[in-house]
């Protein structure tokens, strides 16, 4: 088993910044890549960034490259999603999530390619 709890988000007006954290301990070795998922009141889930475990491989949706960063510090078993410019359409609750399969093709757009979910963090952006 993994646990992930997320941390970071808050309230913040149209073009701040915030920086998500996503801790994860219990079998974290069994770990192959990280994702950050968003989900906005009456919306489905949507993949936001995904990152392989060791960070030299990153994807992120079209609606937030260049906007949005995803790392990782493995000696902290932590992951991060920096947001930059926020604007309104970003307010979602943000769920980090990891996968013990590999990446391969686009597996990590997908929720159910994820074993292990955080609780999520509310991010509120004000107009």
């Known amino acids: 088993q993994v646990q992930l709890v997320e941390s970071g988000g808050g309230v913040v007006q149209a073009g701040g910044s915030l920086r998500l954290s996503c801790v994860a301990s219990?079998?974290?070795?069994?770990?192959?890549?990280m994702g950050w998922f968003r989900q906005a009141p009456g919306k489905e889930r949507e993949f936001v960034a995904a990152t392989s475990w060791g960070g030299d491989k990153t994807y992120y949706a079209d609606s937030v490259k260049g906007q949005f960063t995803i790392s990782r510090d493995n000696a902290k078993n932590t992951g991060y999603l920096q947001m930059n410019n926020l604007k309104p359409e970003d307010a979602a609750v943000y769920y980090c999530a990891t996968a013990t399969r590999g990446m391969y093709g686009r597996n990590y757009y997908y929720t159910e390619t994820y074993e292990y979910w955080g609780q999520g963090t509310q991010v509120t952006v004000s107009s």
């Open positions: 219990g079998r974290t070795f069994s770990s192959r890549f």
